[in-house]
C-alpha cells in the first residue's frame, strides 16, 4: 500500500475531551456518520468509549447495528435515517435508538415495537425549517398526542425531541430554535416526561450556548475538522486526527510522484493550489492524475519515502477545502474506502 490515512487516537481523545468540556453539562453524542468521516468506524469506536462517550449518531439503521456490535449494549446508539422492515426490526432488537421524523413511520415503528413485544426508543424530529425529513409544525400536536398514546402501551418511549439546524445563518438558526421551543412546548403540555432536546451540531455547539439544550451531536469537530471559512483549530479547541500521506514510487527531473491519485478520492483540482509536506518541508504539490501525483522534489528526494498531504504538520483537511472551495469533511469522506486507515496513539509530524 501506497498511501494511508494515519489516525491520531491521541488527537480524538484530546478533541472529545475539548468538547465536551466546552457543551458541559449537555451531552456529547459522537456523529460516526460516513464510516466516521472517513476515519473507520472501528478506528473510532473503540477511543470514544475509553474517553466516556455514551451517545453515538450513527446516521443509518445498518451503520447503527455495526456500531452495536463494534460497541456493545452500554452505549446508546441513535439512527436517522430510519427504513425498511427488515432493519427497522433489528433495530427495535438491538435497542437502537430511533428518529422518527415523518408520521407515518411513527406509526410502523409503533405496530413493529408491538409485534416484538419491545419498546421502541423514539426521538421524534421536529421540522424546523430544512425541509428534508421532520415532522411539520402542523402536524407535531397529532404526532404528540399518537406518541403519548402508544407510550402508555409500553410499545414506545420518547426519548428525545430534537431538529437540526441549516447553519446558513444565526437568523435563520434562531427561527429554527423558536419552532423547536414550541415542539417542546406542546411536549410538556401533553403530560409526557420531559425527553432529551437535541437541536445543535459542531458550530452551533461550539459557539452558541443557548443551542445546546441536554445533548449536542459532533461530528466534524471531533474529528478535528474545522469549518471553512470559520474559526481555527486553535480557536475551537480541536486538532486534526487523520493524517492522510502517500508514498513515493518515482523520481524524475524536478518532481516526485506519489503514489496517491483522483481515483483514491484525492480532487484532482487541488493541482496548482496547495503544499505538501515532505522529509524536506513544504513542497508544491503541481497536479493530482488518476492514479499518482505530482509534487516538486526536494534535494535527495527518493522512492519509498512519503509526503503529508493533509494533517497535523502539513496543511489541514479544511485548508484543502478552502483552495477548491468546498468543506474539510469532503476532503475527508472523499477518500477512498481502499486506502488503509491505520489507528494509532500519536501521529507524529514526523
Ligand atoms: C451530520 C450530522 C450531524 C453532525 O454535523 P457536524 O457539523 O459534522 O457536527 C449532526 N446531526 C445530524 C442530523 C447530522 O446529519
Redo the contacts with the bound molecule.
Sequence with gaps: MTAVLRVSRTALRGNLASLRARVAPAELML?V?DDAYGHGLANVIPTALAAGITWI?A?DLPTALRVRALAGDEVRVFA?MVAGDESLRAALDAGIDLGVGDPALLDEVVRLAAARGVTARVHLKIDTGLHRNGIRPEQWPDAVARTAAAQTTGALSLEGVWS?LAEASDDEDDAARALFEQALATVREAGLPRPRAHLA???AASLRPEFRYDMV?????SYGIRPAGGPGEDDLGIAPVGALEAEVVEVRDSTAVLGIGALDGLPSRLGGRVRALSPAGMVALDHVDDLTTSVAAWPGASVGQTVRLYGTGALSATDLAEAIDTIG?EIAVRLSPLIERRAEDDVRTR
Design positions: 456523529v456518520k449518531g446516521f436517522w437540526h451540531a459542531s458550530a451531536r459532533i461530528g466534524a469537530f469533511e
